[in-house]
């Protein structure tokens, strides 16, 4: 064969391929193609974006116990999983709070009520305060969104001085939960955007019946959300004392000598422990183990120390509005620890792990007492 004949047949196979090219894209479908079953996808090797940002409240006292508000960033030192971070924003007291108040409104606690209804004008000034802004959720056997979010102390004092006694129920978890996904929208702060710190303060007795929700499933979410949960425990035996004799309340969720969740981690459950774990020895480490326990196990019921449990696990405080205790006093006491506490933000780095993730927060003096959240759940993709 000739070189021009040589040259010719190249020519000729080169615009059959690109005949053939543009007949086969002619002929393409839009949108993807469906391979066959035989054939071998090459994927793409998966890139794992981060955009997770935590936020962790840290309240520092000194041996006194009173608030400590004069230490810098430079004082903290916060490790995830054990991995030291970068602090990327950090503030006093100072950062708006976007609130929402889950109220129990159920005939369990009637008796109470007047004293709820005298919570408006305590909650907008001294735990809103000017800068922030809040929602009311109420609940028994329903739940009722009584307010949503607002910076308007008035319609909170009217919110709430319009509560009215309803069914027996007590859905808590399922009223925590709404309140969850109100503040999930909410904007948050960060290194760049002045956003809220979002706090739930839980009024009612620590008793649930009739959710849907577990406790660890709420807590899993709250806790990504980067939400604060403090609760007010009021009393159904002091509730119970100025009750009409002839109003009944409905049978407790277990029955007297039983339990719903286990014991702490490395003790024997009996129908007592959960009550001497945390009344006796060490009462916050025996609550943080059954945070962590909840957390851990979220579909799983919890029935003891629910309130306790919720705000052990997101960095918050439960203080019972009893005793020596009034409702007042204990408002007062979180909005004083709200507006002393310090807020530590980080977009955590070398711990990229499925699972739970332990928070640790330590500052450079040694005579200091402080608290925080002790971590979150990472759940992986398609979990």
């Not at 059959?16 to 793409?44: H, L, N, R, Y």
Request: charge should be negative; include cysteine; proline fraction near 7%.
């Amino acid at each position: 064969m000739s070189i021009g004949q040589k040259n010719r047949v190249a020519l000729a196979g080169i615009l059959g391929g690109f005949v053939f090219a543009v007949s086969i894209c002619a002929q393409a479908p839009e949108g993807p193609m469906t391979p066959g079953p035989d054939a071998k996808i090459q994927q793409a090797p998966k890139i794992a974006v981060r955009s997770l940002l935590v936020t962790t409240p840290v309240t520092v006292r000194d041996e006194k116990g009173e608030m400590v508000n004069s230490l810098e960033q430079a004082d903290f030192h916060v490790t995830d999983n054990g991995v030291p971070q970068r602090i990327t924003h950090f503030d006093l007291g100072g950062d708006p709070i976007s609130l929402v108040v889950v109220v129990e409104t159920s005939s369990r606690i009637s008796p109470l009520l007047p004293m709820i209804r005298k919570s408006g004008i305590l909650i907008s000034q001294t735990i809103t305060g000017p800068t922030g802004e809040g929602a009311v959720v109420a609940y028994d056997d329903h739940l009722s969104t009584l307010l949503d979010f607002t910076n308007s102390a008035d319609a909170m004092e009217k919110t709430l001085s319009e509560l009215q006694a309803g069914s027996p129920g007590s859905r808590l978890f399922d009223a925590m939960s709404q309140a969850v996904e109100m503040l999930s929208f909410r904007p948050e702060v960060s290194e760049t955007d002045l956003g809220k710190r979002r706090v739930m303060l839980v009024i009612g007795e620590a008793h649930d019946s009739g959710s849907e929700e577990k406790l660890g499933e709420v807590l899993r979410r709250a806790q990504l959300a980067n939400i604060t949960i403090y609760a007010v425990g009021i009393s159904g035996a002091k509730a119970d004392l100025k009750r009409k004799p002839e109003d009944k309340l409905p049978p407790k969720a277990t029955p007297d000598g039983t339990f719903g969740s286990p014991p702490p981690p490395g003790t024997v459950q009996t129908p007592t422990s959960e009550t001497q774990a945390a009344e006796a020895g060490s009462p916050l480490a025996a609550i943080q183990a059954l945070a962590f326990w909840a957390v851990m196990h979220a579909k799983d019921k919890v029935t003891a120390h629910q309130l306790e449990i919720a705000a052990a696990a997101t960095g918050g405080e439960h203080l019972s509005a009893w005793k020596d205790r009034s409702l007042e006093k204990v408002l007062d006491e979180i909005g004083g620890e709200l507006h002393s506490q310090y807020t530590l933000t980080y977009a955590p780095t070398g711990s990229d792990a499925e699972g739970y993730h332990e928070i640790s927060v330590k500052v450079d003096r040694k005579d200091l007492t402080v608290r925080t959240r002790p971590g979150y759940y990472l759940v992986g993709p398609g979990s």
